[in-house]
C-alpha cells in the first residue's frame, strides 16, 4: 500500500508543475496582447474585434469537444450573456485603446483592476466593511495607482489619458463579471466565451467604424499573432489551469504580466522604469494579488 502511495504521489507531482505551468503560460501569453495590438496596422479597436473573431470557430470547436452544449440555453441566460458581451466589448475597446497611449506595465496593470473592484462589490453585496488584509490590498491600491498616474502625468498628458483609458477598462470588466455570474454557473466556460464573442464582435466593429479606423489589416502577422496568443493560448491555458489552485496562487502569477509586459516594453518601445515606478508596480499588484485571493476573478 505504501508503495501505491508512493507511486500515486510520484504521479500526481508532474501534474502539479504542468499546471503550474501551464498557469504561467497562460499569464505571460496574456502579457504579450499589448504588444501585438500596438504593432497591428488597424486601429487598436480594430484589433480587438480580429482577436474575438479569428478566434470564434476554435472556441466552438474547444466548447463542443468539452462536451459543452452551444444551444439551448435560455432566453434570460442569453439575454444577460448578450448585456455582459456589449460591457466586454466596450472594455477591449477602452484598454487597446490606453495600451497605444500609456506604458505596457502600466496598461497591464490598471487593466487587471477588475479585481479590486470585485473585492468592493463583494463589501456592497455583504454589506460589510473590509476586514484585515483587505484594507491593505485598498490602501495599496491606491498608492500605487496615485503614484503611476502621477508618473504619467510626468512623462506626457496623453500617457495619464492613457492610464485612465486601461482603468476604465479595468473597470468595465468588473460590470462583465458581476452581469455574468448567473450565466457563468450554468453555461461552461468555453460555451459561455464562444457567446461573449459572437455578441462582442459586432459592437468592436461598430465603434472600429465609427472611430473611423482601418479595419482590414495589410500586415496580417501581428493581428494572428494577438488572436492566438492572447485568446486561444492565453485564455486556453487559463481555463485549463485555474481550476486546480486556490485564489492566493492564481494572483500571484497574475504578476507575471506586468513583469513580461514591463520587460518588453522596455526592450522594445525604449520605456524606462524608474525605482518609483516600480515602487508603485508593486503596491498595485500586491493590491491585485490580495484582491483575488479575498474576492477570486477569472480574466
Known amino acids: 500500500m505504501e508503495k501505491d502511495g508512493g507511486l500515486q504521489d510520484a504521479l500526481v507531482q508532474p501534474r502539479q508543475w504542468l499546471l503550474l505551468l501551464a498557469l504561467l503560460a497562460g499569464n505571460v501569453a496574456l502579457a504579450l496582447g499589448p504588444w501585438f495590438v500596438r504593432l497591428a496596422d488597424t486601429g487598436p479597436v480594430s484589433a480587438g474585434f480580429w482577436r474575438l473573431f479569428l478566434a470564434l470557430p476554435f472556441l466552438a ?32 475597446a477602452s484598454w487597446h485603446v490606453g495600451i497605444g497611449l500609456t506604458r505596457l506595465g502600466n496598461a497591464t496593470l490598471f487593466g487587471n483592476a477588475g479585481s479590486i473592484v470585485m473585492l468592493f462589490w463583494g463589501f456592497i453585496v ?42 476604465t ?11 455574468l455570474q448567473g450565466a457563468r454557473q450554468t453555461i461552461g466556460s468555453w460555451s459561455l466565451l464562444v457567446w461573449v464573442s459572437i455578441f462582442a464582435c459586432p ?7 465609427a472611430l473611423g479606423e482601418p479595419v482590414w489589416p495589410t500586415d496580417w502577422d501581428p493581428v494572428v499573432g494577438l488572436f492566438i496568443v492572447s485568446q486561444l ?8 489551469a485555474m481550476g ?3 485564489p492566493l496562487v492564481i494572483g500571484l502569477a497574475l504578476l507575471t504580466q506586468p ?38 476573478v477569472t480574466r
Open 61 to 92: 470547436l474547444f466548447a463542443r469537444a468539452s462536451g459543452q452544449a452551444l444551444t439551448g440555453i435560455p432566453r434570460r441566460t442569453l439575454a444577460l450573456v448578450a448585456l455582459g458581451a456589449v460591457t466586454f466589448g466596450l472594455d477591449l
Open 126 to 167: 455583504a454589506r460589510s466593511l473590509p476586514q484585515g488584509k483587505e484594507w491593505i490590498a485598498i490602501v495599496f491600491a491606491l498608492a500605487g495607482a496615485a503614484i503611476l498616474m502621477g508618473r504619467s502625468a510626468e512623462i506626457s498628458t496623453e500617457t495619464l489619458v492613457g492610464d485612465l483609458f486601461c482603468l
Open 244 to 246: 486546480h489552485f486556490p
Open 259 to 296: 513583469a513580461v509586459a514591463a520587460l518588453y516594453g522596455y526592450s522594445a518601445f525604449g520605456e524606462v522604469l524608474l525605482p518609483l515606478d516600480i515602487i508603485g508596480m508593486v503596491l498595485l499588484g500586491s493590491a491585485l494579488v490580495v484582491a483575488r485571493a479575498s474576492r477570486p
Open 203 to 209: 459592437v468592436l466593429l461598430a465603434l472600429a467604424l
Open 169 to 179: 477598462a479595468g473597470l468595465l470588466y468588473a460590470v462583465y463579471l458581476i452581469t
Open 233 to 240: 493560448i492565453g485564455q486556453g491555458l487559463l481555463v485549463y
